[in-house]
């Protein structure tokens, strides 16, 4: 099974994210981001849905429910935002890049962004953004958007393929995980991002991603990337 401990080097950027060393197992979960693992030496294996896979290239999709289970060696794992970059793309702009954590960010600037095609979903999301250090009310975010509540729900479903309360959390963990490589400490970093405690900034981290704050930040030697 190996480490459930991640040790190594990771880089957050303002819509990816990098992590270079040995990678821990996690339990069973689904993110809403889109990740690309790339295996130098031995393959990495990984549960998709139930069926293990194994390889030295491993696409997981944003919200397929997968679990880590064995990385014998060091590798990279490559984090995209969906709303931002596609899947396809994340593949498509590593292909033939040294596996290098320079050269892989390097690659990832240069992907492709995709536009918000709604304006109603664009205004609902800086809003959001805007409000993450307090209550963010849905209601809220439907009148900055000018639809109805109704309204919203499906755009998001369509547009985003979250829930405004799915994605209100996965922007308050983003946002705590990038205080916290800031130098606050896991309780600022919760209370900075919106969350009630540390405790349920960590049970968040745990959903959605299968590992726990001390798993995955602890061991981690990390850096914001402007």
């Known amino acids: 099974?190996?480490?459930?401990?991640?040790?190594?080097?990771?880089?957050?950027?303002?819509?990816?994210?990098?992590?270079?060393?040995?990678?821990?197992?996690?339990?069973?979960?689904?993110?809403?981001?889109?990740?690309?693992?790339?295996?130098?030496?031995?393959?990495?294996?990984?549960?998709?849905?139930?069926?293990?896979?194994?390889?030295?290239?491993?696409?997981?999709?944003?919200?397929?429910?997968?679990?880590?289970?064995?990385?014998p060696d060091p590798a990279f794992s490559l984090y995209a935002e969906p709303l931002r970059i596609a899947a396809s793309d994340l593949q498509r702009c590593v292909e033939g890049v040294e596996a290098s954590l320079p050269k892989l960010q390097a690659a990832l600037e240069q992907c492709p962004r995709q536009p918000i095609a709604d304006p109603r979903v664009e205004r609902a999301l800086q809003a959001l953004d805007a409000t993450l250090e307090g209550k963010v009310a849905a209601t809220q975010l439907a009148a900055e958007a000018h639809v109805s509540l109704s309204q919203l729900e499906r755009l998001f479903s369509r547009d985003v393929g979250l829930s405004v309360r799915r994605l209100v959390l996965w922007r308050r963990l983003r946002?705590?995980?990038?205080?916290?490589?800031?130098?606050?400490?896991?309780?600022?970093?919760?209370?900075?991002?919106?969350?009630?405690?540390?405790?349920?900034?960590?049970?968040?981290?745990?959903?959605?991603?299968?590992?726990?704050?001390?798993?995955?930040?602890?061991?981690?030697?990390?850096?914001?990337?402007?």
């Open 175 to 226: 946002l705590a995980m990038a205080l916290v490589l800031q130098g606050q400490s896991m309780t600022q970093a919760a209370h900075g991002a919106g969350f009630a405690d540390s405790a349920h900034c960590s049970r968040t981290l745990k959903a959605l991603f299968g590992v726990s704050a001390g798993q995955a930040l602890k061991t981690l030697n990390p850096r914001l990337l402007a």
């Open 1 to 71: 099974m190996g480490t459930s401990y991640w040790r190594g080097e990771l880089w957050l950027g303002p819509d990816y994210g990098l992590v270079q060393g040995q990678l821990g197992h996690t339990t069973a979960h689904a993110h809403y981001a889109h990740q690309l693992i790339i295996a130098v030496g031995s393959p990495v294996t990984v549960e998709l849905d139930g069926v293990r896979h194994s390889g030295h290239c491993l696409l997981i999709p944003a919200l397929q429910r997968h679990a880590m289970v064995q990385a």
